[in-house]
């Protein structure tokens, strides 16, 4: 090879594609771009949900160890669930960033020791990815669910208080059906 030419066999974007869709071609490779911004406000939300989920856990824990005053109405337990959901909001929020930003943003590689990077976020495809948000979204939803169900049997209990059970067995069916095709 000559100066920096190509070889044949190796294609070139100038080359391969006709005039008018080159220009759609690297118009359409940009929304790599758009990738940086999910991935930048997934993680700041994600960071948002910690620092008030956080909040909440911190006075659910000030209640505790005061004591409830005579006043307050307040359940420190359904405190900490909600805290728990809004850190698990968090979880899936860092996921679908580190993730994206795993897919679109960093170059392919087939070995997965080359980025250091946790084996949960060993994915190859935008499917994987998928599964690892699906299985993420079922968790948060049956903590999600705890503090719902509890205040509602506390209560009356009515036939409402049944559809994110249902909503939650209904994905998880999808889920393993979807593993198992």
């Known amino acids: 090879m000559q100066g920096g030419d190509q070889r044949d066999d190796e294609p070139r974007l100038d080359r391969d594609v006709p005039g008018r869709h080159r220009g759609l071609l690297e118009q359409l490779l940009k929304v790599r771009y758009i990738a940086i911004v999910v991935v930048i406000a997934a993680i700041m939300h994600s960071l948002a949900f ?9 006075h659910a824990y000030l209640v505790i160890a005061r004591g409830a005053a005579g006043g307050e109405n307040v359940r420190p ?5 909600h805290s728990l959901d809004f850190l698990l909001i968090a979880l899936v929020l860092l996921i679908l960033g580190l993730g994206v930003f795993k897919l679109f943003l960093l170059p392919a590689s087939t070995d ?5 990077l946790p084996t949960w976020l060993n994915m ?4 994987d990815l998928k599964v690892l948000l699906w299985e993420t979204i079922l968790t948060a939803l049956v903590v999600f669910g705890l503090p719902t169900l509890s205040s509602d049997l506390v209560g009356k209990l009515e ?3 049944l559809v994110l059970p249902a909503a939650i067995m209904l994905l998880s069916l999808g889920l393993y059906f979807m593993k198992k095709a």
């Open 50 to 58: 910690l620092v008030l989920g956080g909040r909440i856990a911190l």
């Open 77 to 81: 337990g359904l405190e900490l669930l």
């Open 159 to 161: 036939w409402t208080a």
């Open 112 to 116: 997965h020791r080359a980025y250091k």
């Open 124 to 127: 190859d495809t935008f499917s």
